[in-house]
C-alpha cells in the first residue's frame, strides 16, 4: 500500500500515474498503426506518448530505434523525428544527443 506525507504528494502521484496510463494508452494505439501498415500514424502516437508522460517511455524509445534505423537511408526524415522527440520531452537529453551525433545540429537547431 503507498503511503504519502501529504494530500500534495498523493494529488502529485496521481497526476503522474494518470499520465503514464494516458501515455501508454496513446503507445497503444500507435502499436496498432504500425500493425495495420500505418508508420506515419505509428510515429505520431509514439512521440504523442512520450509528450504526454515523462515517466513512459517506450514511445520515446522506438521513435529513437527508428531514427536509428532511418539516418543512413532517409536522414531527413531520421532528423525531423529526432526534432520532435526534443520538442516533446525537452528535458530528455538522449534525441538531442542522438541528433548531434548523427547530424552536428547544435542546441539552437534542435529548439
Known sequence: VLQFDSDTQAIQFADR??????ARDVYLRGLVAEAEGDQARAIDAFVESARVSED????????????????????ARARVL???LVQAQPSRPVARELLKRLFGASDSENR
Open 82 to 84: 529526432l526534432q520532435r
Open 17 to 22: 500515474l494518470m499520465k503514464y496510463i494516458s
Open 56 to 75: 513512459f517511455t517506450p514511445g520515446y524509445a522506438q521513435c529513437l530505434t527508428l531514427a536509428s534505423l532511418q539516418a543512413k537511408t532517409e536522414p
